[in-house]
């Protein structure tokens, strides 16, 4: 299994801001993803991060709101652009791992945003 | 209708008893069932893996699916203070498919 660091862990911002959260993979991989978990509802994603390309946004999820970067094949980064406090939330990053013989995810630790 | 169905709990037991997680879902396309445990104030760590139905044990732990009844369960045997944690339920298909999550149902196991 991979093992992905996230940074910042957590943070506090004022509304208006952005923040950027980096997230870092010990091996190389084709695509990440980017999720918000907010209390008591599922894991939702953003958008799924390939490199050498535009990331794919969902539904809901734009690229002005939510930037991504992904420069290489182990590092990718989300903002949080223009924040509101709708934006507090858990915001992790995964990759595509195997696992039983078929497709998996591996999550890092998520970095805990509050917006005030 | 949500895709995935998941009784958010919480829901608290002894320890030393045997716990009952379940998932319904709609999509009948799903092919992989998973279940992760998320402790607080980390990461989703995957701990079952399964392709298609039947059942799956690990341990203390037993995965099951029905595809028939769109119905996957996680059960925990000799369930200990350390299993308190969330556990989400996730499901894809081939092709490409979207991973689709449930909400979690917080597990309290009492000493």
């Known amino acids: 299994s991979a093992v992905i660091s996230q940074k910042p862990s957590r943070d506090i911002c004022q509304r208006g801001t952005s923040l950027t959260i980096q997230c870092q993979v010990d091996?190389?991989?084709?695509?990440m993803f980017w999720y918000r978990q907010q209390p008591g509802q599922s894991l939702t994603l953003i958008a799924t991060?390939?490199?050498?390309?535009?990331?794919?946004?969902e539904s809901g999820f734009v690229i002005d709101k939510f930037p991504i970067s992904r420069p290489n094949l182990t590092f990718s980064t989300l903002t949080v652009s223009n924040m509101s406090p709708e934006d507090s939330s858990i915001y992790l990053c995964?990759?595509?791992?195997?696992?039983?013989?078929?497709?998996?995810?591996?999550f890092g630790p998520g970095t805990r945003l509050l917006v005030l | 209708q949500k895709e995935v169905e998941q009784d958010p709990g919480p829901l608290s037991v002894p320890e030393g008893a045997i716990v009952s997680l379940n998932c319904t879902y709609s999509?009948?396309?799903?092919?992989?069932f998973m279940w992760y445990r998320q402790y607080s104030r980390k990461g989703p760590e995957l701990l079952m893996y399964?392709?298609?139905?039947g059942n799956k044990e690990d341990g203390r732990f037993t995965a099951q699916v029905d595809k028939s009844s769109k119905y996957i369960s996680l059960f925990i045997r000799d369930s200990q203070p350390s299993d308190s944690a969330t556990y989400l339920c996730?499901?894809?298909?081939?092709?490409?498919?979207?991973?689709?999550f449930g909400a979690g149902t917080r597990l309290f196991v009492k000493a």
């Open positions: 996730a499901m894809s298909g081939t092709g490409g498919f979207k991973t689709i």
């Open positions: 399964t392709y298609s139905s």
């Open positions: 999509n009948s396309a799903f092919q992989y």
């Open positions: 995964s990759v595509d791992g195997l696992a039983g013989g078929g497709e998996t995810q591996y």
């Open positions: 991060a390939n490199q050498g390309s535009e990331a794919t946004y």
């Open positions: 091996s190389q991989v084709t695509m």
